[in-house]
């Protein structure tokens, strides 16, 4: 059970997801003596929750190779995937360390055949209310065939999470004219324009806070890049507003006044309110919370974690990719050429 | 004489500079129908400038190459570049088509002996100050060697612009630790580690607008998407700000009392009020001002072109690419062997 926060912050947590999903049951591994002291404090958990002991917890800082290594079968993080892949759990929750999850997804969940290349998606909030973007750090290089996978993959998490029933598809570039960018992109949008999927075209990093697409697809280099400017972009913003209406009377006064407003915004583009990074591709539902999520923040994790669970998303992108399998075989033949 | 808003804007932004800069002279080049009566209207003016007749004006929708070939000789565009080229101006200034403006520069200017691929530079408002970005649009994709011309570039920028006598240089990556990023990332760092550079090493997303660094080295793709993910969060908050506080009585008051703090700060994080993209890397000083920049806007284009002018920085980046051509020439065969 990780996260900067640990169980005092993924214990209340859960019993606030319990009070909103009756139906849903928990299985949480972590120390033992860490986690009971807490969870007996929440009795709406204890008909509904198994607690399993591990010895072993990965940290924060460790590498993902050196974790899988040391954590293989007896970590927290490694049981709660594996109760995935063994039908005891629909899905996985975790706020600890990023890359330990993902590699460690990967070696137990393994990818989804037509899937090469997982990737972590992120809900983003936008002018129209939000979109998914994908790939924000799962893979840093990507080629035109996945690009397509992504696509697809995105799709499915758009479907579940944000109720789209044909999203837009974009991808990420520098420029929304057919030649702009790299020729991976120009090829993948190629590939793209020819499909079924619904897809709208190029989309510049400004698009995507302004809601000109459903689905932002890039790689995970640039996705990273950007998911960090935006969530850096909103504090110095706010720092800044802080700062300045606390340099003068009329400021301060306007500040008390315009607090709730303040206080509903900051709602809204609070990272935690709309978080839960989806690990897309491998055979199981993951989910990542923020490493300092709060009690809500880790909440809302869960919650991406039962609807997806329950609209059985794995499946879906299963069916998308072999639906699409003959065009991206011809595009794995074009590229083969 | 281009940008969405041409004369109208760019000679009240020339008197505004002439009245800051009475040392600095014009050369105008546009079409004279339509400068002339505009010009006329300011006085202070006439015995500083000269208005060139130019049949030709490139619009802000043509492709480079297209622009090239059409705009040769003809241009007001050429015309300024050309000036440059001669020596007859010490820096052009433009609000016209940027991948126009980048291609004619190459064309007319040559790349500086030693830089392989010129860079657009942008000046990021950060809670520390500001800092300088490149690139954010003239390179897709770039090598190890050329992250450290675009480090001795944006060193030689931040030194003549930002103040700073030893900037402190760091590569825009998805997260700080040595191993993260393409190959093509770590050689770069690992070049500029033993170089004499003040080398700080990985910069995150967020890292930006936080301060983290005095110049952020990344390649065009990577930079124009944050420069454009930055600048759409930055509206969408102000947007969402805007709606929230206009939701209630208490938020509509607090906006009137705290409406100075508020036009400070539209001040600070205005891309009109640091405008001015350094197009870096030809021999010669080539500014790039937001197409659609107003007075003030087009005026901090003009007074970034005084100072670096002034500061001779063409020469001041030959003189510190000469000094770093050993190190550069081992990289160059590092990545031969």
Known sequence: MGGDNGPGTVLPALAQAS??????RFLIFGQEEIVRPVFDRFPILHNRSTVSHCDVAITMDEKPGAAVRRGRRESSMWRAIEAVKNGEAQAAVSA??????????????????????????????????????????????ITPAQY??????GQAYARCVLGFSRPRIGILNVGVEDVKGSENIRDAAGILHESDLNFIGFVEGDGIGRGDA???????????VALKTAEGTARQFATMLRES???????????????RSFAALREKLDPNASNGGMFLGVNGIVVKSHGSADV????????????????????????DVEEMRVLLENAWAERLD
């Open 148 to 153: 397509v996978q992504f696509a697809i993959m």
């Open 245 to 259: 209406m606390a340099s003068n009377l009329f400021g301060k006064l306007g500040y008390l006044l315009a607090y």
């Open 214 to 224: 459903d689905v932002v697809v890039t790689d995970g280099f640039t996705g990273n």
């Open 96 to 141: 600890g360390n990023t890359g330990a999850l993902m590699a460690m997804s990967k070696v137990i969940l393994r990818t989804i055949p037509g899937i090469e290349r997982p990737a972590l998606a992120a809900i983003w909030p936008t002018l129209k209310g939000e979109c998914v973007v994908l790939d924000v750090g799962a893979t840093i290089d």
């Open 296 to 319: 809500g923040g880790y909440c809302s994790a869960v919650e991406v974690a039962v609807e997806v669970a329950k609209a059985d998303m794995a499946h879906a992108i299963s069916q």
């Open 19 to 24: 009070e909103l999903h009756p139906d849903v």
